[in-house]
């Protein structure tokens, strides 16, 4: 098992069928979760059929932070003990959840303009994501800006280390800030003030978008180690010579 | 082993310091970083000089029931409250859809004073935000209208 984790190419294996996996139930739970979020759940009492929105733009929005918290994560893991595929696993990441925090930014302006009146404001909760779309795409940008790209793995994963501060201010910016954006309704303490017929398609939402997630991240992921490995040939061939 | 553990305390160390340096910085800024201000906190700023009638202020609040009426003009006179104090608010324009008596909004404009010779609006303080622009917020709350009936019909049983 430790096997599995430490040595890339013993991994590489078990990838391929693993993506097929992933994508498969993806396909399936999107299917099912557009069904109910278009067809078999209920219009807002305020916000009409406006309220389908939500059903694409809070589990990106979920998804933007949660894999951005992944990326963190690996790229500590990367950092303190030297770990290829941790480092592999970050950077195959990173373009998964820059998009799904785009389409958190474009979704939600689209809903913005009907409810609130406008497509954007600099209110904090609205900012806040932009900057954490903005830490994306440094990440990715400052991993391929180097010639040594073991170099640029270790400065872009300091970056999207301190990124992790912006994670809990896009939070409790609803709380502690006024904001024209809501205070979230799913983890209120307290009574759930989203009713059960409109949960279920967004709870189905979310986990459709956690298996394009695993199934992208695998793909990816394929990619990443087969780059390092040309990376190191190149770099051999050339002390070679 | 040794190495792994000093690279967790420099990077701990880094994360903590800049933490605290921009939570120092959100916390001096709080003023700036909100979106708007309540009625409350506008009077205040109004009549200690901070804000004056050239400054542009956004004003968030409940719209107070049975306050919105228009004039042939197509002016638009309402009053905003954050249930202590009350401001009225002038808007010429498109409100938003969201947009009724008892639901949070945001107006953006100038704070004037105004005589209180000016019949349309109702409130007898003499403040007044010339709006630009009308926000609608929304609640947390998702529901579909039936249940809301539902809702309403248990609280004027109660009541």
């Known amino acids: 098992m430790k096997n599995l984790f430490v040595n890339p190419g013993f991994l590489v294996n078990y990838l391929k069928p693993l993506s097929s996996w992933f994508g498969a139930i993806a396909v399936a739970l999107v299917g099912i979760g557009l069904w109910f979020s278009f067809y078999n759940s209920p219009i807002d009492y305020q916000q009409g059929n406006a309220v389908r929105i939500m059903y694409i733009h809070v589990p990106s929005a979920w998804m933007g932070m949660g894999i951005y918290a992944f990326i963190a994560l690996s790229s500590f893991f990367g950092l303190v003990y030297g770990h290829v595929v941790a480092f592999s696993l970050a950077k195959a990441a990173a373009p998964i959840g820059a998009t799904f925090t785009a389409i958190c930014l474009v979704s939600g302006s689209a809903w913005g303009k009907p409810m609130w009146g406008t497509w954007w404001v600099w209110d904090a909760r609205l900012t806040s994501v932009l900057i954490l779309f903005f830490f994306y795409i440094s990440y990715i940008i400052f991993s391929k800006s180097f010639s040594d790209f073991s170099k640029g793995e270790k400065f872009s994963s300091f970056l999207s280390i301190i990124g992790l501060i912006n994670l809990p201010i896009i939070k409790f910016s609803v709380d502690y800030w006024n904001t024209l954006h809501q205070p979230a309704s799913i983890s209120k303490i307290g009574s759930p003030s989203i009713h059960v017929d409109m949960l279920i398609p967004l709870v189905i939402m979310f986990f459709s978008f956690i298996f394009i997630f695993l199934h992208l991240l695998v793909v990816r992921l394929q990619l990443e180690l087969n780059n390092r490995r040309l990376n190191l040939k190149n770099m051999k061939s050339y002390e070679e010579s | ?159």
């Not at chain 2, 916390?27 to 542009?56: G, T």
């Not at chain 2, 010429?92 to 704070?111: C, N």
């Open chain 2, 1 to 159: 082993m040794n190495k792994s553990k000093d690279r967790i305390i420099m990077i701990s160390f880094l994360l903590i310091v800049s933490a605290t340096s921009l939570f120092l910085i959100l916390f001096a800024l709080r003023d700036n970083v909100i979106f708007f201000y309540s009625p409350s906190e506008v009077q205040k700023k109004f009549y200690n000089n901070e804000i004056n009638n050239e400054s542009l202020v956004r004003l968030g609040g409940l719209v107070l029931d049975k306050s919105l009426h228009r004039d042939k003009e197509g002016n638009i006179y309402f009053i905003i409250t954050d249930l202590k104090k009350e401001i009225n608010v002038l808007f010429s324009g498109i409100l938003p859809d969201l947009f009724r008596e008892g639901q949070g909004v945001i107006a953006q404009g100038y704070v004037e004073k105004y005589n209180l010779k000016d019949d349309n609006d109702l409130l007898e303080n003499n403040l007044r935000l010339r709006a630009s622009s009308v926000l609608a917020k929304h609640d947390e709350n998702y529901m579909p209208p039936e249940v809301l009936d539902i809702l309403e019909g248990v609280s004027t049983n109660d009541g």
